[in-house]
DNA sequence: GTCTATACGCCGATAGAC
DNA sequence: GTCTATCGGCGTATAGAC
């Protein structure tokens, strides 16, 4: 379901009017420093200086403009081309480093909104999409398909249990020897 | 936090009145029903034939309600116990097991309702005492708290990810193969 | 001490006037 | 297109009846 009727447009693309564009950016930001929950539809308007009415005119709900306005893109796949063996510790060295603050945000508000169906099964479909099944593809032996789901599993937890395992407030070196821990805990499914 | 109050009891322990009990009941069979969110306070009260003024007065919030109904008690700790060298599997399977569905159901609602700060850290800190620091104790080497944590964040990832990955509708066989598979993985973080 | 009735201030979402 | 007014529902608080 790319898109719910002809006109729409990418919230942040050219053909975007600027009222649309500032609601996304505003939500983003909202969403990203408060999670789903705590980001009110009525504080992004205020933040994007529009009405609230606006917010849901333009984006249906606000599932919608989560969805929209949330994801990780194409982030994951320059870093599933390098030499398969070290994938693992390549893709959670990645995931941790401490400059790719806004990617962790956003991978992690998505993980804590499970709770609202449409954004777990729509989260699912960009994992698959741009993670399990290119992983998938490279892999050999059986169960490819399921060996990449649990992969991606083991992403989600990782991002889930990141505030008890250090946080934005480990060191490098920390994040490094996490990276190295837990891309070989990964690297099992993998390359076994 | 054990006690907000002195005259607190266990919602379905003997002391506590019928009244309670019936929402404990009630509370915890549509949390794990429906999720956190989507399980509101009036229909609660209205499952357990009460007023949803006396949910609040007996537990204090929504947030209280549900860390006090929901949770995974001690059933991780007898399978910490047998061969280290294939904990990491026995921990999986017993999870996946088919016939502990509401283990699962209780776990999921937990990490599904990630988005709520109140209910996380109850949980990392439930994940701690039952789990981590257990699983540590036992582990030689470097970092075993900081691996014993990453343990966790796997089985938490396997959660979040079970209905991508078969669900409750998988066979037995298809479970028995995600604990070989996912346990070889969790194994790597305790026996490297 | 339990419980009921009522109300407050939010929320997401909608209908219709400008 | 944008704003005003409003809806039903939510979590929560409190006053007072039994």
Redesign the pocket.
Known sequence: MEHASDDEQAPEAEGA?P??RAIALAARELFEAKGY?A?????IAKAAG?????V???F????E?FARVIGFDEHFAPHLDGPLGTVGERLTAYLLDASHTQLRASFSAIVRAADHERVRVEFQDSLRRLLVEKLSARMSGDDTLLRAWLVSAQLVGLIHSWDAVGGESATPEARAQVARLYGAAIQKLITP
């Open positions: 009017t009222t649309q929950g980001a009110s539809i009525r504080e529009v009405d609230p009415a606006l849901i005119r333009h249906g709900s606000k599932d403009l």
